[in-house]
C-alpha cells in the first residue's frame, strides 16, 4: 500500500486499528481547525493531530512515586568517591513531581 494522502493515510489508520482503536479516537478532544484552513494543510494536520493524539494518548506514564523510590535507592559503589555520584539536574526535575 503506497498511501501518500493525509486524509486516506487518518482513514487506513483508524480503519486498520479496529473498532476499540476508533472508540478511543471518538472519546479524545482533537483541537477544531480554523474553517479558512487550506484543504490540502487541513488533511495534513487532521492525520498529524490524530496521530499524536493517538500516541499521547497510549504512551505510559511515569509514575512518580516508583520514580522517587528509584532516586532514593541510590547508593554510593564499593570505591566510589562521594563526588562522583551525581544525578543530572533534568532527571531530578523530570522525575520528582514540584510541590
Known sequence: ????DASRKKALLLHLAGDAL???YDG?????IPD?????????YRYTVVKKALD???SPAK???FEIYNFRLAR???GENIDSIS?????VSEILPVR
Do not use: G, K, R, W
Open 63 to 65: 509514575n512518580a512515586e
Open 87 to 91: 544525578f543530572p539536574a533534568s532527571f
Open 36 to 44: 479558512d484552513a487550506d484543504a490540502a494543510v487541513t488533511n495534513v
Open 76 to 78: 554510593q559503589q564499593v
Open 1 to 4: 500500500m503506497n498511501v501518500t
Open 56 to 58: 499521547d494518548h497510549f
Open 22 to 24: 476508533y472508540d478511543v
Open 28 to 32: 479524545l478532544v482533537i483541537p477544531a
